[in-house]
């Protein structure tokens, strides 16, 4: 199968490449894909898009970016696919897409409802992939990522990696949670059995099977390592007014880092995995744990 990636020097694209090894991978970079032809996309079986604009928790990104780079950019790659003979366009997304805060659990018939720049851009490039009409044999595949980790992670996992390495007190600990997670590695299996199978077009949250806490998140990294957690439970009341101060002196932690720690955001993974008909290859513990290992060599 021949395979185009587009933003394949990223932290999913790497991954992805050595889950795509027996294909045939072409990777434009970003002036490439600016000017990427239909007639190249003739010499390709599917598309995987990855480019785009990450979300900026430093908020120093000027909101028009997400839309040319998240929104137009993948609507162009989109109109050159559809008429193309590729046969199949994996555009990666986010839940973000679909909500902000999770009350319950996200499912794909959630009304889609984003606050912030980046999924908005994001669901406004959803809606025009769905929008257009297939030709017979093309395939898409709009795919919602919850928080994916892995080796070459730079997230919030990393962060509290560093905490729990130099025996720093996990500060958070009074705040109870559940959320999603995604193992790079569980994205990328989906991702080939896409690839491989003839699956309905449609959108699919990816998520780990298993739902964990940060408390928990904490001490796995923790096990990892061979050391203990060290839980505080510092009153909520004081953690909040720090990281309202957070957001004044961009300190490290700010309010939009405190909730992505401590919120509840479970996301369901029932419908892509009924598609593809297998269980993912890593358990949500055991990708915490390999990421976790990957931090030590650096």
């Known amino acids: 199968m021949r395979i185009t990636v587009t933003g394949a020097t990223g932290f999913v694209g790497q991954n992805l490449l050595h889950y795509l090894e027996d294909s045939g991978v072409n990777t434009p970079n970003r002036q490439q894909l600016n000017n990427l032809t239909i007639k190249q996309l003739n010499n390709t079986d599917a598309v995987i898009h990855l480019a785009g604009k990450a979300h900026d928790l ?29 046969k199949k366009f994996i555009f990666i997304s986010s839940v973000k897409a679909a909500a902000d805060v ?15 720049d980046y999924g908005k851009s994001k669901l406004m490039a959803e809606q025009y992939i769905q929008s257009q009409t297939l030709r017979e044999g093309k395939s898409y595949y709009i795919l919602r990522p919850c928080m994916i980790h892995g080796p070459g992670n730079k997230g919030n996992l990393n962060l509290l990696y560093q905490f729990v390495r130099k025996g720093i007190p996990y500060p958070l600990a009074a705040f109870e949670n559940k959320r999603s997670f995604l193992s790079v590695e569980n994205l990328c299996f989906v991702i080939k059995e896409l690839l491989k199978n003839d699956i309905p077009s449609g959108i699919y949250h990816i998520a780990d099977d298993e739902a964990l806490s940060t408390n928990e998140v904490v001490q796995l990294l923790a096990e990892a390592i061979g050391h203990k957690p060290r839980l505080w439970h510092i009153p909520k009341a004081f953690i909040k007014a720090v990281a309202k101060a957070g957001d004044i002196l961009r300190l490290p932690l700010n309010t939009e880092r405190l909730t992505k720690l401590t919120e509840n955001y479970v996301v369901s993974n029932a419908k892509i995995k009924a598609a593809i008909g297998k269980d993912f290859p890593v358990s949500a513990r055991e990708g915490i744990l ?9």
């Open 58 to 86: 430093k908020k120093t990104s000027n909101p028009e970016e997400y839309y040319q780079v998240n929104y137009k950019l993948a609507k162009k790659l989109y109109d050159s696919f559809l008429e193309s003979n590729a």
């Open 290 to 298: 390999r990421t976790a290992a990957s931090f030590q060599y650096r």
């Open 102 to 116: 999770v009350k319950e659990t996200l499912t794909e018939e959630c009304l889609a409802a984003p606050q912030t």
